[in-house]
């Protein structure tokens, strides 16, 4: 079996995600120019909470740093 290399991954994902975008937007013509943004659902439960609630909810990195911080005190 021969390997793909990234490239060809990369160049394969992007025709699925484009064929994708043309199935579900049959409407617009150049529905492919937004293949890699295919969302249909922008709830607070799908969406980035962070966006959403814009507090409380530190990425743990934040935490982390947070941490050090009181630790070093």
């Given at each position: 079996?021969i390997?793909e290399?990234?490239?060809?991954?990369?160049?394969?994902?992007?025709e699925?995600?484009?064929?994708?975008?043309?199935?579900?937007?049959?409407?617009?013509?150049?529905?492919?120019?937004?293949?890699?943004?295919?969302a249909?659902?922008?709830?607070?439960?799908?969406?980035?909470?962070?966006?959403?609630w814009?507090?409380?909810?530190?990425?743990?990195?934040?935490?982390?740093?947070c941490?050090r911080e009181?630790?070093?005190?």
């Amino acid at each position: 079996m021969i390997e793909e290399t990234k490239r060809q991954r990369r160049r394969r994902d992007a025709e699925r995600m484009k064929a994708k975008a043309r199935r579900i937007r049959p409407d617009q013509p150049t529905a492919f120019w937004r293949a890699d943004y295919l969302a249909v659902c922008s709830c607070a439960m799908c969406g980035n909470p962070r966006h959403v609630w814009k507090e409380g909810t530190d990425t743990l990195q934040e935490r982390r740093a947070c941490l050090r911080e009181s630790d070093e005190s």
